[in-house]
């Protein structure tokens, strides 16, 4: 999509001016100074004078007691300051999470290879790194549980097992036509954030701090940096201006970076910035949970479900950070689209002794989603049908609208969006040419399969579903803003600036927003859940409504006419009697004393849920898309393509499609990442052997299909979202799943007589494909 015209940026109030900026493709904020090299980052910001550098010290061990720390070494290296170890601790020794299970640095035990021991302090950070490879632990060595059957074997949890049930599944799958058992894996996903893990800290007068990170939580960096140090949150001030992406690895990860950057500034008195080197990022923060499934499902001559008994288990790491929400939400997202009258599911939150699993976009409903498609795939293969028709005949509809967690789907349009996608993208006919292709083509298979999405949106924790903003006009009618939420590359800034503009009737670049700040908005939830724009943009367009609605009073006065019958548009105030410009009312209001700035505050209406049944409605309302995609496989080597796809996906009413764009394209090719090129390896020590660009492989430009078709359905959110908008950063994820279900499709081919489903794990790597099409050449097992 073209971008518009640049705007000038000096360009004085007048009548012409643009018109409404909701719904216009305009360039993220930053983008010109980031192409510039102008955008700061928090590595980019001046160092203060004698500012120093901190460094980890990290466990060579996967699990073992820790009798001691040897750091004689590191401290003579040169430019060495001091060592910052569990002693220096002045408060709270754990991490102020949720879960209060992980230590700032251990004591006793080690729990991962990678698990940060100590930190060296120094003048540089080359120094620092240096030193703190000299460093020397003296760790006994204890059993290292690294996969979940042995986490499943030894009863390790970082939470108990959760059941959810609805009807009957058992009797269900005793009185079905046809019973499939099956089992699955899916691995695991490195952020791979441009920017790695980042930290400056600060010292203030009065034991105030200053913590500028790359966070998407800056109220939960406040709350951990205060904790450890002995403070109130109130002595901490934390400033994200931008990230250099996020995925949901900057959500608790960049608490880490802050407080011990923090605890070395404490003991030196000194600024410290501590920034993670790739390798180190790698072993030392969390990634996308990895989960393996078992299930029985059963279902009639049609492919409709009847019953479905489900086990998940995830590998959570060595502690429980997110894990809990990260499950429950994949048990909220195994029925995609797909009504289960009778289902039964178990989820356990394994421990093993590797890197805490964390949050990474969507949030375990990637995990959720892809096994119930799986199951899908798997009932059309055994019965002979097209999986897209299994598919339409297990949707919600009529009379089958209520989830497994008591929830009715009441905005449900799956079934026609999917049938526009399918239309529009010729599926039918494309896949009678693939099957002609395969039917003469012995080497190359080609693959196809189009997949649905239904994402929920909300925080599942009720009490994360709020958000503040502050609207500041000023005497010359500019604007600016700061809101709760981050900026890490996904426009929130951009469509707020939009939503304010449009509120107040002025041109985009008449707004201007500032760097998040715990100062200016307390409390803030993260930005996650794609919820940044929902939450912070209402808040912000409640603010500036304020301060319309105090002119609007002003100059009905005035004018001697109804608030009502004041416009603000394009720039400009009118009223019965004339149009003068937004910046000289402001400046007849100014004088007049009235109050120009606004603070806004949103809740999240409707939503409500019992953690302890997980039933209830946990989510606003949900985001629907779907995916076609075609990929071609070699049977000989594994090797595999992605050949072209086809989007349609709801946003509601777009606030700005060019973004909006970006993030549908954006996050189906990291979800195809995760689902064909991104494997994560532990050898047998624990040692996370996939550490940098040249072992762990995210998609590049060149694995971007050359057909790449993306639509946007075309309605409105039906609840009452901030410009009838939906949210965008996470559900486009999910649409990869086609991908793997393509590359499945295609290994079928190899014996297109076998009515059996295609056994392959995720990600669909050239060695997975290889096993899989091997497989499939054998004589089919009986049942």
């Known amino acids: 999509m073209p971008s518009p015209p640049e705007p000038d940026m000096n360009a004085p109030d007048k009548l012409n001016l643009a018109a409404s900026a909701c719904g216009a493709p305009l360039p993220h904020e930053s983008a010109r100074a980031q192409v510039c090299g102008a955008a700061t980052y928090v590595d980019d910001l001046p160092e203060l004078r004698g500012t120093l550098h901190a460094a980890p010290i990290l466990s060579p061990v996967a699990h073992g007691r820790l009798r001691g720390l040897d750091t004689a070494a590191a401290l003579a290296a040169p430019g060495v300051v001091t060592i910052v170890a569990a002693a220096d601790i002045p408060g709270d020794p754990v991490f102020a999470a949720f879960t209060h299970d992980e230590p700032i640095f251990p004591s006793g035990e080690v729990e991962y290879l990678g698990q940060v021991l100590g930190l060296v302090v120094a003048r540089t ?111 901490v001030e934390v400033k994200c201006r931008r ?79 997110l894990s809990g ?9 195994v029925d995609n689209c797909y009504f289960l009258e009778n289902v039964e ?24 989603m892809i096994v119930i498609e799986h199951i899908v795939d798997d009932i059309a293969r055994t019965l002979g049908l097209d999986p897209l028709e299994v598919r339409r005949r297990n949707f919600y509809g009529p009379g089958r609208d209520v989830t497994h967690y008591r929830m009715r789907v009441e905005d449900n349009i ?80 951009t469509k707020v600036c939009q939503l304010v503009a449009d509120e107040l009737g002025l041109p985009f670049e008449r707004v201007r927003i500032s760097a998040t700040d715990t100062s200016k908005v307390p409390n803030a939830s993260a930005t996650a859940a794609s919820s940044g724009t929902d939450l912070n943009g209402r808040a912000a367009q409640f603010a500036a409504r304020q301060v319309r609605e105090r002119l609007a009073r002003f100059v009905a006065e005035r004018d001697g006419c109804a608030p009502e019958a004041v416009v603000f548009a394009q720039g400009c105030v009118t009223t019965p009697k004339g149009v003068q410009s937004f910046a000289e009312l402001v400046h007849e209001a100014y004088v007049a004393r009235i109050q120009l700035w606004s603070d806004g505050f949103y809740a999240t209406p409707k939503i409500h849920y019992d953690k302890h ?32 796809v086809d989007i349609l996906h709801d946003v509601g009413r777009s606030i700005n499609p060019a973004l909006d764009i970006g993030q549908i394209e954006g996050g189906f090719v990291q979800g195809m990442g995760w689902l064909t090129t991104e494997e994560l ?44 908008s939906k949210a965008v950063g996470e559900p486009p994820f999910m649409l990869a799943i086609s991908v793997f279900e393509a590359m499945r499709d295609a290994v079928a081919a190899v014996a297109p007589s076998r009515a059996d489903p295609v056994r392959m794990d995720a990600p669909a790597t ?18």
């Open 125 to 235: 950070v080359n120094e620092a790194r240096a030193a703190a490879k000299l460093a020397r632990a003296d760790i006994e060595p204890l059993p290292a549980i690294l996969t979940i059957d042995e986490a499943l074997a030894a009863g390790s949890e970082v939470a108990p097992t959760i059941h959810v049930q609805r009807g009957d599944a058992v009797a269900a799958l005793e009185a079905a036509p046809h019973v499939l058992h099956g089992s699955f894996a899916v691995g695991g996903q490195e952020h791979f954030y441009l920017e790695g893990q980042v930290a400056y800290a600060v010292p203030g007068e009065q034991q105030t701090w200053t913590i500028h990170s790359s966070t998407q939580h800056p109220g939960e960096v406040q709350h951990w940096v205060a904790q450890a140090l002995g403070l109130r949150a109130h002595d």
């Open 414 to 493: 799956a079934p026609e969006l999917v049938a526009r996608l399918a239309a529009d993208c010729g599926y039918e006919r494309r896949r009678a040419a693939i099957d002609a292709w395969n039917a003469t083509s012995p080497v190359i298979k080609r693959g196809l399969a189009l997949t649905p999405v239904k994402f929920g949106i909300s925080f599942t924790a009720t009490m994360f579903n709020q958000a503040g903003a502050l609207v500041h006009v000023y005497e010359d009618g500019t604007v600016q803003i700061n809101h709760g939420g981050t900026e890490m590359g996904q426009g929130l800034h």
């Open 243 to 321: 990230m250099g992406g996020g995925f949901g690895g900057k959500e608790t990860q960049a608490g880490h970076l802050a407080v011990w950057a923090a605890l070395a500034a404490r003991k030196t008195g000194r600024p410290v910035k501590m920034r993670l080197e790739r390798i180190e990022d790698f072993l030392v923060t969390g990634k996308r949970h990895p989960f393996a499934y078992r299930w029985s499902v059963g279902f009639d001559d049609g492919g409709l479900i009847k019953g479905l008994r489900l086990e998940m288990a995830s590998n959570c790491g060595f502690s429980a950070d």
């Open 325 to 333: 929400p990260v499950n429950d939400r994949a048990i909220f997202h």
């Open 345 to 368: 599911i178990r989820s356990h939150r394994c421990k093993t002794h590797t890197q805490s699993a964390t949050a990474f976009r969507g949030f375990g409903g990637p995990q959720g």
């Open 766 to 783: 050239p060695e997975q494909v290889l096993r899989a099409v091997q497989r499939r050449l054998e004589p089919a097992q009986r049942p």
């Open 613 to 644: 049944t997980l039933s209830g409605r946990p989510f606003y309302y949900f985001s629907y898309g779907a995916a076609c995609t075609e990929v071609a496989i070699d049977t000989l080597t594994g090797e595999n393509r992605v050949l072209g």
């Open 681 to 724: 390896v532990w050898n047998e020590a624990g040692k996370l052997t996939t550490q940098a660009p040249s072992t762990y492989k995210i998609p590049a430009a060149s694995d971007v299909p050359e057909h790449f078709k993306v639509a946007l359905w075309p309605e409105a959110n039906r609840e009452d979202n901030v410009h009838g």
